[in-house]
């Protein structure tokens, strides 16, 4: 019986060995994909930001002109920097309150809802970009990723080794 257990506990460390090399991939595909997405989204709402303007007029939010540009710029280059991995934590926070605003002021009915009809919590435009935003903000972006690039060249094993050669 201790044999198997043995072989049991191998064979699930060996797995888990092997799934955690798809992580930084996962990651890139999500970031990339949804970063595209979000770029075109914020992309749209700038070269059509006086409909966003009205229509944050009509949920009472005030300056909507100047608030449009703002919500455009912040998914324009929130999604080009996901898409990149680059400040990837710092962009996940922004863009998770960016978008949790989005439930609260423009989808208040799907957020409401989301322990009486998690459907329409779900269906509700914000939140796939919501969950990728979360995803990166928790996981970060990966290895393969600007910021996975900018830790490799100049992370602290750089810095030491650097540091470590006589001038």
């Given at each position: 019986?201790?044999?198997l257990i043995?072989?049991s506990l191998q064979w699930?460390?060996?797995?888990?060995?092997?799934?955690s090399?798809?992580?930084?991939p996962?990651?890139l595909?999500v970031?990339?994909?949804?970063?595209?997405?979000?770029?075109?989204s914020?992309?749209?709402?700038?070269?059509?930001?006086?409909?966003?303007g009205?229509?944050?007029?009509?949920?009472g939010?005030?300056?909507?002109?100047?608030m449009?540009v703002?919500i455009?710029?912040?998914?324009?280059?929130g999604?080009?920097f996901?898409a990149l991995?680059?400040a990837?934590?710092?962009?996940?926070l922004?863009l998770t309150?960016?978008?949790?605003?989005?439930y609260?002021?423009?989808?208040?009915?799907a957020?409401?809802?989301f322990?009486s009809?998690?459907?329409k919590?779900i269906?509700?435009?914000p939140?796939?970009?919501l969950?990728?935003?979360?995803?990166v903000?928790?996981?970060g972006?990966?290895r393969?990723?600007?910021?996975?690039?900018?830790?490799f060249?100049?992370?602290?094993?750089r810095e030491?080794?650097?540091n470590s050669?006589?001038?």
């Amino acid at each position: 019986m201790n044999k198997l257990i043995s072989k049991s506990l191998q064979w699930h460390r060996q797995f888990f060995a092997l799934v955690s090399y798809l992580q930084s991939p996962f990651l890139l595909f999500v970031r990339l994909y949804w970063g595209w997405q979000l770029a075109q989204s914020g992309w749209g709402k700038l070269h059509h930001v006086s409909n966003v303007g009205e229509y944050f007029a009509t949920l009472g939010l005030p300056m909507p002109a100047q608030m449009a540009v703002f919500i455009a710029c912040v998914e324009f280059f929130g999604g080009i920097f996901l898409a990149l991995g680059l400040a990837s934590r710092i962009t996940g926070l922004v863009l998770t309150v960016n978008l949790t605003m989005a439930y609260v002021i423009g989808d208040r009915q799907a957020l409401l809802s989301f322990l009486s009809d998690p459907d329409k919590f779900i269906a509700a435009a914000p939140f796939a970009f919501l969950i990728v935003s979360l995803i990166v903000l928790i996981f970060g972006a990966g290895r393969i990723s600007a910021d996975g690039a900018i830790a490799f060249l100049f992370g602290p094993a750089r810095e030491k080794q650097a540091n470590s050669v006589p001038a």
